[in-house]
């Protein structure tokens, strides 16, 4: 069997790898911090010694790093991703990164005969345990069918959204729905509060009512206590945010919602609350309610 390359082996990628090899697919991974991939290796994962070979060792690669400057940083460059695509290759991109530079990368792909598909997905990393991430795909159909049965291994829902650079602009459309979310799940907790009912049981009330979206399911009992480590931290919720903003103002949607919940995270990171999960916006608006916030490892 073919190997499969897989460059970014941080809380996701490192994940979806396992679940690669889980499915019986042979995996040479790259990860810039080399320890944290040796319980992968220890699965059975090769360790590639640069995104380069990790790419030349494989006819389908696939990455997922942190934002657009760490996967230029990973992409480009003689040890890059780009100078290892044998001619006839697919590189699956699921970062959340600038679809202009998706755009950019593409063209140097294909300027060495391999294509390329941006592949964000939609979930969290238990929703990715759980085997029920969804993936969106931009790209040439034809190139997804053909690495069809790799993304199925990571998450049995795909949706082809058109061209490349799609996919990873319906992600970023996604992303600012669950933090506007997360903001508005906040407002209703801390008003039932000041008013009267317990936390818990507002909590509690929410999550039974029609405005529990499966992202308030899971992350909504945040409010009650924080995981110890972030399954999706202020910093790159705000990165995000911050491409949806640009996103609007190049396409003249207003997004006033998503402008408020950017500051709200600003905030957060004043507070030095930035490397816990977003759902800490709770603990901003809590403070300007005149209450605490969630308990949370280390005490602050």
């Known amino acids: 069997m073919a190997a499969l390359g897989f460059v970014g082996l941080g809380a996701m990628g490192g994940r979806m790898t396992r679940r690669l090899l889980a499915a019986g697919h042979a995996v040479v991974g790259y990860n810039r911090t080399r320890a944290k991939a040796q319980p992968l290796v220890a699965s059975g994962m090769r360790?590639?010694?640069?995104?380069?070979?990790?790419?030349?060792?494989?006819?389908?690669?696939?990455?997922?790093?942190?934002?657009?400057?760490?996967l230029k940083a990973l992409a480009l460059g003689p040890d890059g991703i780009v100078a290892g695509l044998r001619?006839?290759?697919?590189?699956?991109?699921?970062?959340?990164?600038?679809?202009?530079?998706?755009?950019?990368?593409?063209?140097?792909?294909?300027?060495?005969?391999?294509?390329m598909l941006d592949a964000p997905?939609?979930?969290?990393?238990?929703?990715?345990?759980?085997?029920?991430?969804?993936?969106?795909v931009g790209g040439d159909p034809a190139v997804l069918e053909r690495v069809r049965p790799y993304l199925l291994a990571i998450g049995p829902t795909i949706t082809h959204v058109g061209p490349l650079g799609l996919a990873v602009t319906m992600k970023i459309a996604t992303n600012l729905g669950l933090a506007v979310q997360m903001v508005a799940?906040?407002?209703?907790?801390?008003?039932?509060?000041?008013?009267?009912?317990?936390?818990?049981?507002?909590?509690?009330?929410?999550?039974?009512?029609?405005?529990?979206?499966?992202?308030?399911?899971?992350?909504?009992?945040?409010?009650?206590?924080?995981?110890?480590?972030?399954?999706?931290?202020?910093?790159?919720?705000?990165?995000?945010?911050?491409?949806?903003?640009?996103?609007?103002?190049?396409?003249?949607?207003?997004?006033p919602t998503t402008a408020?919940?950017?500051?709200?995270?600003?905030?957060a990171r004043g507070l030095g609350l930035a490397e816990y999960d977003f759902a800490v916006v709770f603990d901003v608006l809590a403070r300007m309610s005149g209450l605490e916030g969630s308990p949370k490892a280390g005490g602050a």
């Open 47 to 70: 360790l590639a010694e640069s995104p380069r070979a990790a790419a030349e060792a494989s006819g389908v690669v696939f990455s997922m790093v942190t934002d657009t400057v760490a």
């Open 87 to 115: 001619s006839g290759a697919t590189w699956v991109e699921m970062s959340t990164v600038s679809p202009a530079a998706t755009r950019e990368l593409g063209a140097l792909v294909s300027a060495r005969g391999a294509t």
């Open 121 to 136: 997905v939609s979930g969290s990393v238990l929703t990715l345990e759980q085997g029920q991430l969804s993936i969106v």
């Open 185 to 255: 799940f906040s407002e209703a907790v801390l008003l039932a509060e000041k008013a009267g009912i317990g936390r818990e049981r507002a909590v509690e009330a929410l999550l039974k009512s029609v405005v529990a979206s499966p992202m308030v399911k899971y992350r909504g009992p945040f409010v009650l206590k924080m995981p110890a480590e972030a399954w999706f931290n202020v910093a790159m919720m705000q990165k995000d945010l911050a491409l949806a903003l640009e996103l609007g103002r190049s396409a003249g949607v207003p997004l």
């Open 260 to 267: 408020l919940t950017y500051e709200m995270l600003t905030a």
